[in-house]
């Protein structure tokens, strides 16, 4: 019997968290990887309220430690705030827990810091961390924690992640597609103007027109309609991209005679179907190949307009 009701799919996951905590045997540091979007941070959310005794996110013994507003990295200063409220006794539970988010972009002090912690740990403290992979936090972390790899949800389980959330069925369908196993990523879309926002600015990078300062600029007025924060309009970007790439897949699955390729192509505007299906594999995979490494350099704070200007005149 799991103690993670409210979380969706993940069975196997949820499983071990629960036999951890039904034995009383959590280990002081748990670390879950694997790619955004899946669930990590839902998962220790429900972790961490599970073992506090709690069914919401205010409580005095369980703290998240996060990015600063617009920030790319976490800080020593999130760090010592915890370890300070990890020397106090808790408040209402017999444990304190903490959620570490990303905890790939720990700073070097802040990592080292937060080590101390997990080899030193106060009495009944947990620490949960969750990261897109496992090799980019650094290794003593990882040895001081048990890692368990958050999965890809299956398509049929995106979709009725979607539809239990009251998406239409026709929108859930390309959602889930696009999710390719990432129920966070398919709500996220579902949410943010997903025609406005994700698939025009997607359309406008595939057929361009006019020129690529023209085109990089309208896409990034899409990103930042709405947000006041730097951070906000790069992660559009990041979706966008991510869009643009699982379009170029589906050309290539469809070029190869798979029913999934053509699948995908169907759930398109006839313009961009047409586009992509005259582009042959061999250019698609090389443009593909330069989008993801445009996504790396969002990962890297690139600026976004250059890195859809430089973009553009190679996939378009």
Same mark, same amino acid.
Not at 20 to 40: I, T, W
Not at 55 to 80: A, M, N
């Given at each position: 019997?799991?103690?993670?009701?409210?979380?969706?799919?993940?069975?196997? *996951?949820?499983? !071990?968290? %629960?036999?951890?905590?039904? !034995?009383?045997?959590?280990?002081?540091?748990?670390? =879950?990887?694997?790619?955004?979007?899946?669930?990590?941070?839902?998962?220790?959310?429900?972790?961490?309220?599970?073992?506090?005794?709690?069914?919401?996110?205010?409580?005095?013994?369980?703290?998240?430690?996060?990015?600063?507003?617009?920030?790319?990295?976490?800080?020593?200063?999130?760090?010592?705030?915890?370890? !300070?409220?990890?020397?106090?006794? $808790?408040?209402?539970?017999?444990?304190?827990?903490?959620?570490?988010?990303?905890?790939?972009? =720990?700073?070097?002090?802040?990592?080292?810091?937060?080590?101390?912690?997990?080899?030193?740990?106060?009495?009944? %403290?947990?620490?949960?961390?969750?990261?897109?992979?496992?090799?980019?936090?650094?290794?003593?972390?990882?040895?001081?924690?048990?890692?368990?790899?958050?999965?890809?949800? %299956?398509?049929?389980?995106?979709?009725?992640?979607?539809?239990?959330?009251?998406?239409?069925?026709?929108?859930?369908?390309?959602?889930?597609?696009?999710?390719?196993?990432? $129920?966070?990523?398919?709500?996220?879309?579902?949410?943010?103007?997903?025609?406005?926002?994700?698939?025009? $600015?997607?359309?406008?990078?595939?057929?361009?027109?006019?020129?690529?300062?023209?085109?990089?600029?309208?896409?990034?007025?899409?990103?930042?309609?709405?947000?006041?924060?730097?951070?906000?309009?790069?992660?559009?970007?990041?979706?966008?991209?991510?869009?643009?790439?699982?379009?170029?897949? *589906?050309?290539?699955?469809?070029?190869?005679?798979?029913?999934?390729? !053509?699948?995908?192509?169907?759930? =398109?505007?006839?313009?961009?179907?047409?586009?992509?299906?005259?582009?042959?594999?061999? *250019?698609?995979?090389?443009?593909?190949?330069?989008?993801?490494?445009?996504?790396?350099?969002?990962?890297?704070?690139?600026?976004?307009?250059?890195?859809?200007?430089?973009?553009?005149?190679?996939? *378009?």
């Amino acid at each position: 019997m799991t103690f993670l009701p409210d979380v969706f799919g993940h069975e196997s *996951a949820k499983e !071990q968290l %629960s036999r951890m905590l039904e !034995q009383d045997r959590v280990p002081n540091g748990v670390l =879950l990887h694997g790619e955004a979007g899946r669930g990590k941070r839902t998962l220790a959310m429900a972790f961490a309220r599970a073992m506090v005794g709690t069914g919401v996110d205010d409580h005095p013994d369980l703290f998240v430690v996060t990015r600063g507003e617009d920030q790319r990295l976490v800080g020593i200063d999130r760090v010592r705030a915890l370890k !300070q409220e990890f020397s106090l006794t $808790p408040a209402q539970s017999d444990r304190r827990v903490a959620v570490v988010v990303d905890a790939e972009r =720990l700073t070097d002090e802040a990592g080292n810091a937060l080590l101390k912690l997990l080899e030193e740990p106060p009495p009944r %403290s947990h620490i949960i961390l969750t990261a897109r992979d496992r090799d980019a936090v650094m290794e003593t972390l990882v040895s001081r924690c048990r890692s368990l790899r958050v999965p890809p949800l %299956s398509r049929r389980e995106v979709l009725s992640f979607l539809e239990v959330r009251g998406v239409a069925a026709d929108r859930a369908r390309l959602l889930a597609l696009l999710a390719e196993g990432r $129920p966070g990523y398919a709500i996220g879309l579902a949410e943010d103007g997903f025609e406005d926002r994700v698939l025009a $600015p997607t359309f406008r990078l595939l057929l361009p027109g006019g020129s690529p300062h023209q085109a990089a600029e309208e896409v990034v007025a899409l990103a930042r309609e709405g947000t006041k924060k730097a951070e906000g309009a790069r992660e559009r970007i990041r979706l966008v991209l991510g869009a643009v790439a699982w379009f170029l897949r *589906a050309s290539l699955k469809a070029s190869v005679g798979t029913t999934e390729g !053509q699948e995908m192509l169907e759930l =398109l505007e006839p313009p961009l179907r047409e586009s992509l299906s005259d582009r042959g594999p061999v *250019a698609v995979e090389r443009q593909l190949e330069r989008v993801l490494e445009a996504m790396g350099d969002v990962d890297r704070n690139v600026g976004i307009e250059l890195v859809l200007e430089d973009l553009i005149p190679a996939i *378009a």
